[in-house]
């Protein structure tokens, strides 16, 4: 370390420089206490250089098809991370499509669901949108159930009976 202004500044190696200093002891076979005694670095330096080079050496020996077969894993892997990216896209936009369609039909035109009656084309209505829900966006149908708020039990009952008129034991309620 050499004195400035009465401070001690570090000396920094290059790269090269180090490199050339382990080749000259690696090759040339020049002992280790000559070369710190040469350059003023202490062996423990000398030898967290030579430790650095053999853990990186791997890397340095490293031939270009391995290097392209990374490459090409990483862009196989890329391409799928994408096509699911788009197919999460897709299933998005189907979702907030039939959840439009499910809001206009709740709020409009089914009603309540869970009257003790229900006319069979809406009986018939709420098992097609039901089917069709489940089945654009992958949600189960107990799901796509508890959001209409109709019970499982009921939808199947429905789904038994669909396209069928209701042939109670009792009376049929008039339409008026």
Excluded at 65 to 83: D, K, P, S, W, Y
Excluded at 154 to 159: E, M, S
Aim: glycine letters at 6%; charged letters at 25%; hydrophobic letters at 40%.
């Amino acid at each position: 370390m050499s004195r400035r202004n009465g401070k001690k500044t570090r000396r920094q190696f290059t790269p090269e420089e180090k490199a050339t200093i382990l080749r000259r002891h690696l090759v040339d076979k020049v002992p280790v206490s000559d070369l710190c005694d040469e350059y003023a670095i202490q062996p423990t330096l000398f030898y967290l250089w030579q430790r650095q080079a053999f853990e990186h050496l791997g890397a340095a020996l490293q031939d270009g098809r391995t290097q392209r077969g990374v490459a090409q894993a990483g862009a196989a892997e890329r391409a799928r991370v994408a096509a699911l990216e788009a197919k999460l896209a897709k299933k998005d936009a189907v979702i907030a499509e039939v959840s439009e369609e499910y809001l206009a039909l709740k709020k409009g035109a089914w009603g309540a669901l869970t009257d003790r009656w229900v006319p069979p084309d809406l009986r018939d209505a709420v098992v097609d949108f039901v089917r069709t829900f489940s089945a654009r966006t992958a949600q189960s149908v107990r799901w796509v159930l508890a959001q209409l708020g109709v019970a499982p039990a009921q939808y199947y009952r429905w789904a038994a009976r669909y396209g069928r008129t209701n042939s109670p034991n009792g009376p049929v309620p008039r339409d008026h």
